[in-house]
């Protein structure tokens, strides 16, 4: 069964580490003609009003993109940063406030191009709902059903390149193990393809079994970015990071994320701390 909604938690810290890395990815890719295929595994609603009732009951968002809102003149001398935050303004219904945060469906698409596509998969009927009133181009397809089988089955790709973003909920313990089998097929297919996998940083450190798996399958090249709010307290269960993988990264995103994430992290707290390194080297 699906109970987890992406709106409960629309713009919080790992929001903003997940959305600014693949920013940076897709400005990367995009300083070449040739035309890219996305895909988001997992899409969720899109583009997530802050007023609305699921979001600001637990006001997550305001420990994460709203910190960034306020400091948005000062962080705007990252080049990275300015450039993300000016895409997050486009978004806003009123010029000035902070209304709307854009979910990867969104940051996806801002910028696809006429020779790009982009496939997006939701299985939650009520979340595909919500993706399917989303205005956006010709060339993004919506697909009501499961991610990682869709992605394997739409591979290889009918463009020279490929982006793939893979972003689950993690509701079931399973799923680190799922997610793991399916990017090491999807690799397969697509050798050279970036591929970005999001994952929460849990006391009970189940990450671990994802991060281990793509490494014993013998995939090379897997950047990692943690960003960690702080240790965890004694029996403490709730998320205390976020971390993403980037597989086949391009050359240069990690000096430009760490710039950022420098800038980023003492707004996010005292104890807050973003590393980056390779999981798996070349
Ligand atoms: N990627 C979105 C973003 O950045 O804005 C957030 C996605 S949210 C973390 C995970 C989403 O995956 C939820 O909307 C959930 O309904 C959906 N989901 C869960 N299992 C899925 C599956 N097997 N295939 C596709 N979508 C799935």
Known sequence: MLSYQHAYHAGNFADVHKHLTLFAVIDHLLRKKSPVTYMDTHAGRGLY????????????????????????????DDPLLGDWLAAVARVQARNGRLDHYPGSPWWLSDRLRPQDRLMLFELHPGEHGHLARQTLPDNVQRIHGDGLQGLVKRLPATTPRLCVLVDPSYERKAEYGEVAEAVLEAMRRARHGVMLVWYPLLPAGRHRELLEGLREGGLRKIWRSELKLR?????????????????????????????????VTPLLGATCRHTGDWWVGE
Not at 57 to 73: F, M, N, P, S, V
Not at 244 to 252: A, E, T, Y
């Open 49 to 76: 009003p802050l007023a609305a009732e699921e979001t600001a009951r637990l006001g997550e968002y305001l420990e994460g993109i709203a910190r960034l809102w306020q400091a948005r003149t000062r962080l705007g």
């Open 231 to 263: 240790e965890a307290k004694e029996g403490e269960r709730g998320m205390v990071g976020s971390g993403m993988l980037v597989i086949n990264p391009p050359w240069g995103l990690d000096t430009r994320l760490d710039a950022a994430m420098r800038q």
